[in-house]
């Protein structure tokens, strides 16, 4: 038997049945608006009372900014009392995290050391509540997590475990007093009993999960991608290890390490354009120093004869994926030493770094970034080993000028065409020195994967260079390359007074026609090579580039707790919640 027609107010004919589901419906929706109405005039009363009331993870459901409304809120009030405040002077840590781990790791499956008390800290990254008297924190430090499985039978009264638990959410730093246990599931973890939040996190946290994919907040906010992301930790572990490498070795033959000054009154030592300052006392402008070299040298001609220094460069130059206006470099000046010498050092002292940290000579290395192509850096030694002039002419299949004429025009032309041919971009001003150094970026650095060695470069690329003792118009000088950058430079030292005036009025010249990166003119300098500086060999390295590549990283941001950054303009305020 069919159910009977009837119409509806829009005059749409429905069975009695569909007509009674429908305003069914119709009443549930107009309950659920009555109630949710309800609810936002409630909180509007209390919004503290409302905020409480809420699951954890429930109010993370609201806007960035709302979470940080009411929780501000929360700790204000938690201030009110002394003995709630959410700021405390001091917690007592009896063990580390990692040192919990280790130390009670042998517990068997349900146990606990009812009988220890253990006092840890840490910060919390999740939450999960079995119920009103169960709930499991992750807590991370140190680069490890444990759990706390805290419960409201092993806490000191049932009453203070609700109200110290209802105080933490995720980002909190909390203070864990309790015993060591592992769950019938296995977990190791601490069974609290008692709970002590020591500085609250008032901003919502991008879960774990996710993590901070957003490059720009990663570099500005660097705290929170320490919080979130734990693998960045290590980059810095591996950086660290590399400069106490380079200590150890250092001091072990010998050197001294030394500091010298950072504003100088020429900025010497390097072909770069400076950063300038202003000293109000001495009405005085002076220039960042751009490398530690003319002071280093005259350490030597005073008679320390092996000198170190790991310190700051400053150039006023591009900020790009291998480049930072201020980064650290390692330099030494060894008195009695050649070129020779020092590619010998320099193979020692790689190959046993890399060995020491990774157990290897060999590391991977993406060049595109984590989804790119890994390629293999071998950094056994010896390292392949190039010369400027004969391996740039093989590959370009043509004859470069001869290098003791490239401070004629006829050369510069020469050189001109060369570029012109092979499409070789060279912004003005196209002095020999700088179109023969795009060509052997183009052509010879890109052929240095593993670490290479391109050694003899024309007089006219390295003032400070001494010639070299058999050809003519070129020095004694190397490079070192891995994945086609400049990771290392070394030469053997000029020391003669008159050859060193003479280049730097070659530079001064360079400067005149319009080269912001030539030197200047030290005349304190030529003054001290004029004392007698022993033969000497100096060198230099930029440890954020040979981090880069020794953290499998493919931009020196990843490798500077805080780089250099274009100012934010307009930005919204809620990038620290982007997940």
Same mark, same amino acid.
């Given at each position: 038997?069919?159910?009977?027609?009837?119409?509806?107010?829009?005059?749409?004919?429905?069975?009695?049945?569909?007509?009674?589901?429908?305003?069914?419906?119709?009443?549930?929706?107009?309950?659920?608006?009555?109630?949710?109405?309800?609810?936002?005039?409630?909180?509007?009363?209390?919004?503290?009372?409302?905020?409480?009331?809420?699951?954890?993870?429930?109010?993370?459901?609201?806007?960035?900014?709302?979470?940080?409304?009411?929780?501000?809120?929360?700790?204000?009030?938690?201030?009110?009392?002394?003995?709630?405040?959410?700021?405390?002077?001091?917690?007592?840590?009896?063990?580390?995290?990692?040192?919990?781990?280790?130390?009670?790791?042998?517990?068997?499956?349900?146990?606990?050391?009812?009988?220890?008390?253990?006092?840890?800290?840490? $910060?919390?990254?999740?939450?999960?509540?079995?119920?009103?008297?169960?709930?499991?924190?992750?807590?991370?430090?140190?680069?490890?997590?444990?759990?706390?499985?805290?419960?409201?039978?092993?806490?000191?009264?049932?009453?203070?475990?609700?109200?110290?638990?209802?105080?933490?959410? $995720?980002?909190?730093?909390?203070?864990?007093?309790?015993?060591?246990?592992?769950?019938?599931?296995?977990?190791?973890?601490?069974?609290?009993?008692?709970?002590?939040?020591?500085?609250?996190?008032?901003?919502?946290?991008?879960?774990?999960?996710?993590?901070?994919?957003?490059?720009?907040?990663?570099?500005?906010?660097?705290?929170?991608?320490?919080?979130?992301?734990?693998?960045?930790?290590?980059?810095?572990?591996?950086?660290?290890?590399?400069?106490?490498?380079?200590?150890?070795?250092?001091?072990?033959?010998?050197?001294?390490?030394?500091?010298?000054?950072?504003?100088?009154?020429?900025?010497?030592?390097?072909?770069?354009?400076?950063?300038?300052?202003?000293?109000?006392?001495?009405?005085?402008?002076?220039?960042?120093?751009?490398?530690?070299?003319?002071?280093?040298?005259?350490?030597?001609?005073?008679?320390?004869?092996?000198?170190?220094?790991?310190?700051?460069?400053?150039?006023?130059?591009?900020?790009?994926?291998?480049?930072?206006?201020?980064?650290?470099?390692?330099?030494?000046?060894?008195?009695?030493?050649?070129?020779?010498?020092?590619?010998?050092?320099?193979?020692?002292?790689?190959?046993?770094?890399?060995?020491?940290?990774?157990?290897?000579?060999?590391?991977?290395?993406?060049?595109?970034?984590?989804?790119?192509?890994?390629?293999?850096?071998?950094?056994?030694?010896?390292?392949?080993?190039?010369?400027?002039?004969?391996?740039?002419?093989?590959?370009?299949?043509?004859?470069?000028?001869?290098?003791?004429?490239?401070?004629?025009?006829?050369?510069?032309?020469?050189?001109?065409?060369?570029?012109?041919?092979?499409?070789?971009?060279?912004?003005?001003?196209?002095?020999?020195?700088?179109?023969?150094?795009?060509?052997?970026?183009?052509?010879?650095?890109?052929?240095?994967?593993?670490?290479?060695?391109?050694?003899?470069?024309?007089?006219?690329?390295?003032?400070?260079?001494?010639?070299?003792?058999?050809?003519?118009?070129?020095?004694?000088?190397?490079?070192?390359?891995?994945?086609?950058?400049?990771?290392?430079?070394?030469?053997?030292?000029?020391?003669?007074?008159?050859?060193?005036?003479?280049?730097?009025?070659?530079?001064?010249?360079?400067?005149?026609?319009?080269?912001?990166?030539?030197?200047?003119?030290?005349?304190?300098?030529?003054?001290?090579?004029?004392?007698?500086?022993?033969?000497?060999?100096?060198?230099?390295?930029?440890?954020?580039?040979?981090?880069?590549?020794?953290?499998?990283?493919?931009?020196?941001?990843?490798?500077?707790?805080?780089?250099?950054?274009?100012?934010?303009?307009?930005?919204?305020?809620?990038?620290?919640?982007?997940?």
């Amino acid at each position: 038997m069919g159910d009977t027609e009837v119409k509806n107010e829009a005059g749409e004919k429905l069975s009695k049945n569909e007509l009674k589901r429908r305003l069914k419906e119709e009443k549930k929706a107009a309950e659920k608006v009555e109630k949710e109405k309800a609810k936002a005039e409630a909180a509007a009363a209390n919004p503290t009372t409302a905020a409480s009331a809420k699951p954890k993870s429930a109010e993370e459901d609201i806007s960035p900014n709302e979470y940080f409304k009411l929780r501000s809120l929360a700790v204000e009030e938690l201030k009110l009392d002394p003995n709630t405040h959410p700021y405390p002077h001091k917690f007592s840590v009896s063990i580390s995290l990692t040192n919990f781990l280790e130390e009670y790791e042998k517990l068997k499956d349900g146990e606990t050391l009812t009988d220890v008390v253990v006092k840890c800290a840490g $910060r919390i990254h999740a939450i999960r509540e079995s119920g009103a008297k169960l709930i499991f924190y992750d807590v991370r430090g140190e680069g490890v997590k444990i759990q706390v499985m805290a419960t409201a039978n092993a806490y000191k009264s049932e009453e203070e475990f609700g109200v110290d638990n209802a105080k933490l959410r $995720r980002g909190d730093i909390v203070g864990v007093v309790g015993n060591p246990g592992r769950t019938k599931k296995g977990e190791l973890s601490i069974i609290p009993t008692e709970l002590v939040l020591l500085a609250p996190c008032l901003h919502m946290l991008p879960h774990l999960h996710y993590g901070i994919k957003d490059k720009e907040t990663r570099y500005r906010q660097r705290y929170l991608d320490l919080i979130i992301n734990a693998d960045i930790t290590r980059k810095f572990q591996v950086r660290a290890q590399i400069i106490s490498y380079m200590r150890r070795f250092f001091d072990q033959m010998g050197f001294l390490e030394i500091e010298t000054p950072m504003m100088n009154m020429i900025p010497g030592g390097a072909t770069a354009k400076p950063f300038m300052t202003h000293h109000n006392d001495l009405k005085l402008d002076l220039y960042m120093r751009v490398a530690p070299e003319l002071y280093h040298k005259m350490l030597v001609v005073g008679g320390i004869d092996r000198v170190y220094e790991i310190g700051k460069q400053f150039r006023n130059e591009g900020i790009d994926m291998t480049h930072n206006p201020e980064f650290t470099t390692c330099e030494f000046y060894m008195a009695y030493a050649d070129y020779h010498d020092l590619i010998d050092i320099t193979e020692k002292l790689l190959s046993g770094m890399v060995k020491q940290i990774f157990g290897s000579y060999k590391v991977i290395f993406h060049p595109d970034g984590p989804e790119g192509e890994a390629k293999e850096i071998d950094f056994t030694p010896p390292f392949k080993r190039l010369r400027m002039f004969p391996d740039l002419e093989r590959i370009l299949g043509m004859k470069l000028p001869s290098p003791d004429t490239l401070n004629t025009e006829e050369a510069r032309l020469h050189l001109d065409r060369i570029c012109v041919e092979k499409q070789v971009d060279c912004p003005p001003p196209r002095t020999c020195a700088r179109l023969l150094d795009k060509l052997v970026g183009d052509f010879l650095e890109e052929t240095c994967i593993n670490p290479t060695f391109i050694t003899e470069h024309p007089q006219i690329m390295s003032p400070l260079a001494k010639w070299h003792r058999t050809e003519k118009g070129i020095t004694e000088r190397f490079e070192l390359f891995v994945m086609k950058k400049e990771v290392c430079n070394a030469y053997t030292e000029l020391n003669d007074p008159a050859v060193q005036r003479s280049r730097f009025e070659q530079q001064a010249k360079d400067k005149a026609s319009g080269d912001d990166e030539a030197m200047f003119l030290d005349e304190n300098f030529c003054t001290a090579l004029e004392y007698g500086l022993p033969p000497t060999g100096g060198w230099g390295m930029g440890i954020d580039r040979l981090s880069m590549f020794l953290t499998d990283s493919n931009n020196i941001k990843e490798v500077l707790f805080f780089p250099a950054m274009k100012p934010e303009d307009n930005k919204p305020k809620d990038t620290e919640a982007e997940s």
